[in-house]
Nanobody, 122 residues
């Protein structure tokens, strides 16, 4: 089964940037879904962005507003989330995940990383 490990989180000021990485090890499929999710304090986990493995089609939550970019380096088995123009409301734990089905739905994801903290100060 695929193992996922996130990195790249940290503390930045509003307007700053971070690039999150998620390395997939073990068995990796050439199809299905991968995505980034976040959980802000006191709120439910929500989709940030997703990508269809083996196709490249992407989707983003409305709050992204063009600020983030999801990408997948198949050769390195690494998923990325480039985050620019960060806002204090972006603060939370960010998770990468893998699954199959309708990639925009959190219910499609069965494998999860441990998360990486993102803190955006004003």
């Amino acid at each position: 089964q695929v193992q996922l490990e996130e990195s790249g989180g940290g503390s930045v000021e509003a307007g700053g940037s971070l690039r999150l990485s998620c390395v997939a090890s073990g068995y990796t499929a050439r199809s299905g879904c991968m995505g980034w999710f976040r959980q802000r304090p006191g709120k439910e986990r929500e989709r940030v962005a997703n990508i269809l493995v083996g196709h490249g089609s992407t989707g983003y939550a409305d709050f992204v507003q063009g600020r983030f970019t999801i990408s997948l380096d198949n050769a390195k088995n690494t998923l990325y989330l480039q985050m620019d123009l960060l806002k204090p409301d972006d603060t939370g734990m960010y998770y990468c995940a893998a699954g199959s089905g309708w990639c925009a739905s959190i219910e499609s994801y069965s494998n999860w990383g441990q998360g990486t903290q993102v803190t955006v100060s004003s």
